[in-house]
C-alpha cells in the first residue's frame, strides 16, 4: 500500500541541526512532489516547502529560508528535511506529505498521503 | 501570506446533528481549498480536494462548498467517529497555508 514512512524522534539543543527522513513505499516516488509540514504541541499546521523527487527542486516557505534543506535520494525512495540553528519554537511533530505536480506560483491540489510524523524537541 | 480563519475554533454537538465549519480566506483563492480531519496523535486525512471534491472512501456525510473566499465544511450527520478537528487548507498561493482548525467534540 502507498505509505511514508519517517525517521524516529530526536531530542537536540538549541543551536544544533536535525535530519529528518521520510520513505516513501507503493507509488512511482518521482511522480509525486512530497511537503513537509509541521504541528508545534497543541498547535496547527505550518507548511515548509516541497521538493519535487524527480528533478530535486524546492521551494520553501520564506519563513524558513536559509535554515531549511529538503533533499531526495531517488534510489531508496527517500526525501530528507534538514532544519539548522534549531531553537525552542522547533519543537513540534514534522511530517511529509504527497501531492500532485506543484508550479513556481502553486500547487494544483491538497496532500492525499501523510506520514506519521517524526517528532523534534529542541531543549537545553 | 494567505490567512484563512476558521469558525466556530470549538465546536459541541451531538451524533445525528448537522454541522458546518466555515473557512474565509484573506483574499480570493479560486477553488483551491482541501479540507482534513485529524485525530489526537495522527496526522491528517485529506476529506475534500478543490473546494467539493471527496476524496475516494471518504464518507458522502461529508461535503464542502463555496468559492473565492468564503468556504464551508459540512457533516450531514455526525457520527462518533468524526470526533477530530478539521483544517482547511489553501493551495493557491505560496505560502501554502492553513486555517486555525476547528475541533469537534461531543456533546
Redo the contacts between chains.
Sequence with gaps: QVQLVHSGAEVKKPGASVKVSCKASGYTFIGYYM?WVRQAPGQ????MGWINPHSGDT?Y???FQGRVTMTRDTSISTVYMELSRLTPDDTAVY?C?R?VV?SS????????I????TRVAVSS | AIQLTQSPSSLSASVGDRVTITCRAGQGISSSLAWYQQKPGKPPKLLINDVSDLESGVPSRFSGSGSGTDFTLTISSLQPEDFATYYCQQFNTYPLTFGGGTKVEIK
Design positions: 511537503h496547527g499546521l505550518e507548511w521551494k516557505a520564506e519563513k511530517y506529505a501531492s506543484c506560483s502553486s500547487c494544483y491540489a491538497g496532500f492525499d501523510w506520514g506519521h510524523g
